[in-house]
């Protein structure tokens, strides 16, 4: 439609028009639409010249409505609207345009208008810039250059809102598919380890069963030598704790204790429970080759490697001239040197060392005097104190217990080492039916009473 074939009159509105204008200087190309409504087609096309030079597509409208839905398609940068306007008004119609593209800079242009009315444009229309008519060619032209950069601005950092808006969506996306496969790991990895504890009980059950065969077979021979090798066991444990051990070598010592005579089985009595000194030369001979008797039964079981070793040289002596190898300090294991303190106190004084039978004191003093010589001065060294320990008698807070007689909600009064050498439970330890199975398990196995300190009264029995 030709503007100027459209004759107006006073008393007429301006013919309805609307249109499009692309950029006119081919240099410049266009990067946005700028959207010009207003009444009056003569200030729709003095405005069109005034941008004729801008690098803008123009789209232009008397219609209200029809800015409407060219706002919604075209998305213009800018929209500049006259306040005055047959269906709505200016404010009305920026309103409808910031809910539809909330982007586009509004312009309201005006001839003369109320503090309120401008303040409705403000708060209601959202308006960016007030222009007053007649405006300044120049300064309009500024205005909506400036006003293409914020359009700019605001799309740019929607764009990098949203794009920030994808990354988190994926990264909660990852991090749910990373939770969940964790998850399933946890799983996967409880149920392994479900496994291994079970497998640990079952070889440690093993392990005790293995240990009391052989116990048993001692017992078969001779209460006394089983009986012996369980004082042995238990006081060269407690040497080892106060000698600082790790756990792993006070179980070795502990067992290699339980064990260390397993050699003697098949000797006559005689031979076993006379002083070495007193037997002739082949009974003699057959005792020096007990500990090799012994290693060469274990050697050959994986977990007794270290076992084997320690009983092998339990007999040999600090300076040497001990027996089967003749080792000599240091080079005898410590373990072993450990053993031989705790057997020789227990021979001692069951009269199966020396001619004569002797008490507990003289035989720690017997011990002390051949440090250095016959034993290891740093073990002779802790021996009075490990005495205390193993000779002690449950103290007036204490009781002393068996695995069956345990009962689930007691506090150990001491630390408690098992069967295997390695500690159960700790002192103030709160007996819980998980403990109370594992030392009646390890009581069955091994065949005898566990001695088991605890604090008197009982604490209350904890319901399962």
Not at 379 to 391: Q, Y
Request: with cysteine.
């Amino acid at each position: 439609m030709n503007l100027s074939d459209t004759p107006q009159t006073n008393d007429s509105p301006a013919p309805l028009i609307h249109g499009f204008t692309g950029v006119v200087n081919p240099n410049k190309p266009s990067r946005f639409k700028v959207l010009l409504v207003d009444q009056d087609s003569n200030t729709i096309n003095a405005l069109r010249k005034v941008f004729s030079l801008e690098p803008y597509d123009l789209l232009y409208t008397v219609n209200a409505r029809e800015a409407i839905s060219m706002a919604k398609r075209d998305k213009p940068a800018v929209i500049l609207c006259s306040l005055e306007l047959f269906e709505m008004s200016g404010v009305d119609l920026l309103q409808a345009v910031g809910e539809m593209a909330p982007h586009t800079c509004r312009v309201l242009m005006f001839n003369d208008a109320s503090a309120s009315t401008l303040t409705d444009a403000i708060n209601l229309g959202r308006v960016d810039y007030l222009i007053q008519k007649p405006w300044q060619d120049d300064a309009l032209r500024q205005t909506i250059s400036d006003l293409t950069q914020r359009f700019q601005k605001r799309v740019e950092d929607e764009q990098r809102q949203q794009l920030q808006a994808d990354h988190v969506y994926c990264l909660e996306q990852l991090q749910e598919e990373l939770q969940q496969k964790v998850s399933e790991r946890i799983e996967d990895i409880r149920q392994v380890n479900a496994l291994l504890d079970q497998s640990r009980k079952e070889i440690k059950l093993q392990y005790l069963s293995a240990i009391r065969v052989f116990c048993n077979f001692m017992e078969l021979r001779s209460p006394a030598l089983a009986a012996h090798s369980r004082r042995v066991a238990d006081l060269s444990r407690i040497i080892a704790q106060h000698m600082n051990l790790e756990e792993h070598e006070i179980q070795s010592v502990y067992i290699a204790g339980l064990l260390h005579d397993i050699g003697k089985i098949g000797l006559p009595d005689r031979t076993l429970f006379t002083p070495f000194a007193s037997l002739d030369g082949e009974a003699q001979s057959a005792l020096l080759r007990h500990p090799i008797r012994a290693q060469t039964v274990f050697m050959n079981l994986p977990d007794m490697a270290e076992i084997s070793t320690l009983i092998r040289h339990h007999h040999e002596r600090f300076d040497g001239q001990g027996f089967p190898d003749g080792l000599q300090a240091d080079a005898i294991p410590l373990g072993s040197r450990i053993i031989a303190v705790a057997e020789d106190f227990d021979e001692l004084q069951e009269g199966w060392l020396a001619q004569q039978q002797l008490n507990s004191k003289d035989a720690q003093q017997f011990i002390q005097a051949a440090a250095g010589r016959r034993y290891d001065p740093s073990v002779v060294r802790v021996l009075a104190k490990a005495l205390v320990e193993f000779a002690s008698v449950p103290m007036a807070h204490e009781t002393l217990v068996t695995a069956k007689n345990l009962t689930v909600g007691a506090v150990l009064a001491r630390d408690f080492v098992g069967p295997d050498g390695y500690p159960w439970g700790r002192k103030d330890d709160v007996v819980d039916s998980r403990m109370l199975h594992k030392f009646r398990d390890g009581e069955r196995v091994i065949g005898h009473p566990l001695k088991i300190y605890i604090l008197k009264p009982r604490a209350l029995k904890i319901q399962n």
